[in-house]
């Protein structure tokens, strides 16, 4: 019995340093991988965005506005929303005012084309023109 007591005790520290090398192993495996693996960009045709995007390129009359304050403020309003504004006052002191947009700009984006095309559709029944991307 205490013939066997020491090599009882040295199987099992080399059964514990065995185990504790598998799990530093598998630790190190793990801490590769995580630092092997980036963002991919999804490259099924599912997962594809449409943005859609509208302008108006020709100038169109916007309003008639009854005095110069009032023209300054919506002549703002427009600029602020990207917009091209010009303005031209009678003799009454009424200001006529037109704009017009000339860069595309994204309206709205989607994960499906027929949503799309329904947005299009709608910004060039409101009389602009409309693209998707």
């Known amino acids: 019995m205490v013939r066997s007591l020491p090599l009882f005790a040295a199987a099992a520290l080399f059964a514990a340093a065995s185990l504790f090398s598998s799990d530093q192993q598998t ?3 793990q801490t590769k991988s995580a630092a092997k693996s980036k963002f991919k960009a999804p ?4 997962n594809r965005i449409f943005r ?3 302008r108006s390129p020709y100038w169109r009359a916007v309003t008639i506005a009854p005095n110069p304050q009032i023209a300054h ?3 703002r309003h427009l600029e602020r929303r990207g917009w091209q504004v010009q ?8 200001v ?3 704009a017009r947009v000339v860069h595309w700009y994204t309206k709205a984006i989607y994960n499906n084309r027929p949503q799309a095309e329904r947005t299009a ?3 060039r ?6 693209r998707i991307r």
């Open 27 to 29: 630790a190190d495996a």
């Open 121 to 123: 559709a709608f910004f």
């Open 87 to 94: 303005t031209r006052r009678n003799y009454l002191n009424q």
């Open 43 to 46: 490259t099924r045709p599912t």
């Open 73 to 75: 403020r919506i002549r």
């Open 96 to 98: 006529a005012i037109r």
């Open 52 to 54: 859609v995007q509208a």
């Open 125 to 130: 029944y409101s009389g602009l023109q409309a």
